[in-house]
């Protein structure tokens, strides 16, 4: 013990870490001691001991040098040295990914395995399954069997843990094991019993009869092991989600029963099942809500954060059911532990009244500086609740935000501050100059590239819209001066936003932007030029279409079809309104806004996320003839053909080009005893509809997903294209052995299953996209579009909030101008959305509601082609 004494100075300075500086090519050359004749454990073990840190922080192993420090390692089987075995066992693992041959030290572990030295026998089981494949592990299957249900609980667990990573390369071997994972269930040690369980449900889990018998044997029984009882409790979650049964189903009695458990985990562990299930009652979640109280007046901090934790959680959906709790969590703002406190108060202020809102911002402030950045988040997402909930206290939230922005922190922190700020902005006019204010203030100093870019695009989006436009100008062109080329850029375009915005300002911003064109960044000078030459036109379509409204097709494939038309012989133009659109949803849009800038810069080009539609093309090209169809203009969301539980799982997308629309059909066989062949889908397409061609799946083997195509030519009549097509799943069955998967004769017989029908709608054939200037754009098109009027009654509606979701949800388009939220107390509400129907047709719509008896709609269509105005009036009707 004396050499690990160390004297008072070393005491004092911490001790610190002894491999701190050790090199990748000391260790290696050190390393060689292990080929010695005679093994000397205490020099080997240190040096083992080094090159398992150095891998375990990272450090990369050629081939080669693995390979050699393997074939080194092995020569310490030598050694009976316990600790340098186990050591060895280690390395054996870290290696067996990298090295070659590691095959070679299989009769060694196995020998250990099946020894008589327990201390071995655990560990050499783990190093033997991290180097066995699936040819090997039916050699050392019996032994696996045998140490499955071993006396000793290390060998046990060590072989159950590894037969669940063993189920990864070879299943249906692991399979057979079922028998010895359960008479594991049976035993008396909790960490044995634990993993039998978690080994027998990963067995089970894609037979649905066979979960429903175990979890029913096992609710039935009493399990010694607490670990084991939360994992029964999870997949009894599981099966009430997946059966959609209330209280009155077996497996939640279980859960509440789990409320008497002795120990405190299963009851956590079932008060949290019961709270996060989706469609759990106040009635059931009553009983949950008081386990989560009693423990947040627990002594033990962990019970304590775990309780206040989940009601956070709990009181983003339920926040009547959490209200009985704010007298405890007010208790809990004092507590010692900042991360409960932090917790409790967040809970609070989505639970509490407007009245306690200044009190609840003293207390946050006393503390707020004490908690880590990862909880400080926690602490803006619950002001962004609050700011949503009670709009009237947007000034008292936004100066202690502001407050919060000017402290340190990191990007992730700094980015939920701004993120809250904006959203208030746009949820609430009163605000604007508020927040506007306090951003401005903020990239004065702000660090982070991507976040000041962020909010420069903002300023640029809603500053022209403000009172004083004037005002920010200055903020904004201070960052030309001050800033890197990125940021100067994005400057540079929320500039010529003003301009394009705010005619009383071009003047002034035309002479800023001449300025810019001195820069000594090339982007920063292109984008001045580009705005100056637009600007200088004093031509509103142009300032809609180049400033207001950018470019908004998908990027990667505007750069596909760019080089497919060079390549080309074609003299016709290129027509961009072929390229498929990025359609954007709100959080997509955001991640534009922040890589605004950043494409093209001084810097690292940012790679930009692709696309759904850009996911698929790759795949669809290679069917025969889909390239003659031109760019994928948009692929829907999945379609379920069955149920979940059934035999064959059908799930359908569609894709839809300028002129076609490919039919993707992803079948997922579930019965291990059938292979199936030919799978196909037999369609009855709607009238004016015409199959071109089918591409079946060859081979559907049990629980793989494989994929079949019907390609159809879309109707000339443009009403024709909605329409519903019945489907059948056409196949060839051949029995086959559930352990192999090979079919018992070359014969199969012939089988079909009825699918649900699947429909094409008008949502199908649009692509959503922004406008930043709706009103001009609507403006525009009064001159250039074909207008179609039509008014409608939507009895079946009694709110405009209602009637607002539901028309955007069919339309297919994108809300603009914040149109999708109305405002409480209103009778009458104006949206706006706007899209491009397939072929590039250009689509506005104004939608103009009253609520009366049900609502009243008049629905006013401007596009670029009749007929699609006209589908869209008759497509609602």
Not at 110 to 129: F, S
Not at 604 to 628: C, W
Request: hydrophobic share 40%.
């Amino acid at each position: 013990m004396s050499s690990f004494k160390r004297d008072k100075k070393e005491e004092e300075d911490g001790g610190g870490n002894p491999f701190l500086n050790i090199e990748k090519t000391t260790v290696l050359q050190e390393a060689r001691i292990f080929n010695e004749t005679s093994v000397n454990p205490r020099k080997c073990t240190p040096i083992l001991t080094k090159l398992l840190y150095m891998l375990n922080q990272g450090e990369q192993l050629s081939v080669k040098e693995a390979t050699d420090v393997f074939f080194a390692m092995t020569k310490l089987f030598q050694s009976r040295d316990v600790i340098l075995r186990r050591l060895v066992y280690l390395g054996i693992k870290e290696l067996s990914s990298i090295a070659d041959d590691v095959i070679i030290v299989t009769s060694s572990l196995t020998k250990d395995m099946t020894g008589k030295e327990d201390m071995y026998r655990a560990a050499a089981i783990r190093a033997l399954c991290s180097i066995t494949d699936a040819t090997m592990l039916q050699a050392i299957e019996r032994y696996m069997k045998q140490a499955i249900v071993d006396r000793n609980p290390a060998v046990s667990s060590a072989a159950l843990v590894s037969s669940l990573h063993m189920t990864r390369i070879a299943p249906e071997v692991v399979k057979r094991w079922v028998n010895e994972a359960q008479e594991a269930v049976n035993n008396d040690n909790i960490m044995v019993q634990y993993h039998a369980l978690g080994l027998l449900y990963h067995i089970r889990k894609t037979d649905r009869l066979a979960v429903t018998k175990l979890v029913s044997r096992l609710t039935r029984m009493s399990l010694k092991s607490p670990y084991a009882v939360c994992m029964l409790i999870r997949i009894a979650a599981k099966m009430l989600e997946e059966e959609d049964t209330g209280s009155d189903s077996p497996y939640f009695e279980y859960i509440e029963s789990c409320f008497r458990h002795k120990s405190e985990m299963v009851v956590y562990e079932a008060a949290h099942a019961v709270v996060n299930l989706t469609r759990t009652t106040s009635r059931e979640l009553t009983q949950a809500i008081s386990v989560l109280q009693l423990f947040c007046g627990s002594p033990k901090p962990t019970l304590r954060f775990a309780a206040v934790r989940t009601l956070n959680q709990v009181a983003i959906s339920h926040p009547a059911a959490v209200t009985a709790c704010n007298l405890d969590l007010e208790n809990l703002i004092t507590d010692s532990n900042r991360s409960i406190a932090t917790l409790a108060i967040t809970t609070l202020l989505k639970t509490g009244a407007e009245s306690s809102v200044d009190r609840l911002m003293k207390q946050i402030a006393t503390f707020v500086s004490e908690i880590s950045d990862e909880f400080k988040v926690v602490v803006v997402q619950a002001i962004k609740a609050l700011a949503l909930k009670f709009p009237r206290k947007h000034s008292v939230l936004m100066n202690f935000l502001s407050a919060m922005l000017r402290d340190e922190g990191g990007l992730e922190y700094k980015a939920s501050i701004a993120d809250t700020i904006i959203t208030i902005i746009e949820d609430n006019p009163e605000a604007k100059e508020t927040g506007l204010a306090h951003l401005c203030e903020f990239i004065e100093d702000c660090e982070h590239v991507s976040l000041a870019v962020r909010i420069l695009h903002l300023l640029g989006k809603e500053g022209p819209k403000t009172k004083q436009p004037s005002r920010y100008i200055r903020f904004i062109y201070n960052r030309v001066i001050l800033e890197c080329p990125t940021i100067r850029a994005a400057a540079v375009s929320a500039m010529a936003q003003f301009g394009a915005s705010c005619p009383d300002l071009l003047e002034n911003i035309l002479v800023l932007l001449a300025r810019c064109q001195m820069d000594s960044d090339d982007e920063v000078r292109d984008r001045a030029t580009y705005y100056i030459s637009i600007l200088s036109r004093h031509d509103k379509s142009l300032y809609n279409n180049y400033i207001l409204d950018t470019l908004q097709v998908s990027i990667p494939a505007l750069e596909r079809s760019l080089r497919e038309y060079t390549q080309s012989t074609t003299d016709r133009p290129f027509d961009i309104r072929l390229v498929p659109v990025a359609a954007l949803t709100k959080s997509e849009e955001e991640v534009k806004h922040k890589a605004e800038g950043m494409l093209i810069s001084s810097g690292q080009p940012k790679s930009v996320p692709a696309s759904r539609e850009e996911n698929y093309a790759e795949k669809l090209n290679s069917i025969p003839d889909v390239l003659e169809f031109g760019p994928l203009f948009r692929s829907s969301d999945v379609s379920e053909l069955t149920e979940s539980e059934t035999e064959y799982v059908v799930r359908c997308i569609k894709h839809c080009f300028a002129k076609h629309v490919v039919l993707q059909f992803d079948c997922l066989n579930t019965l291990s005893d059938q292979l199936l062949e030919n799978v196909r889908v037999q369609l009855e397409p709607s009238d004016g509809y015409e199959i071109l061609s089918e591409v079946p799946c060859e081979k559907l083997p049990y629980n793989e997903t494989g994929t079949t195509y019907i390609i159809l030519k879309t109707p000339e009549d443009l009403p024709s294209s909605i329409g519903t097509f019945g489907a059948v799943l056409k196949f060839v069955v051949k029995d086959c052995d559930p352990s192999t998967g090979l079919p018992d004769t070359d014969d199969g017989y012939d089988d079909e299953y009825i699918l649900e029908d699947l429909e094409i709608t008008l949502g199908d054939q649009v692509q959503k996209v922004t406008k930043a200037n709706w009103a001009a754009s609507w403006e525009e098109a009064a001159s250039s579009f074909h207008e179609v009027e039509d008014t409608y009654s939507l009895s079946s509606m009694n709110t405009l909030e209602e009637a607002v979701k539901n028309i955007v949800q069919f339309l297919g388009l994108q809300p603009a101008e914040r149109s999708d939220k109305v405002p409480e107390g209103k009778t009458t509400h104006t949206l706006l959305l706007a899209g491009i129907f397939r072929g590039g047709v250009d689509i506005l719509v104004r939608a103009k509601l009253a609520l009366a008896d049900g609502v009243t709609m008049q629905l006013t269509v401007r596009s670029t082609d009749e007929g699609v105005a006209e589908l869209i009036t008759s497509a609602v009707g």
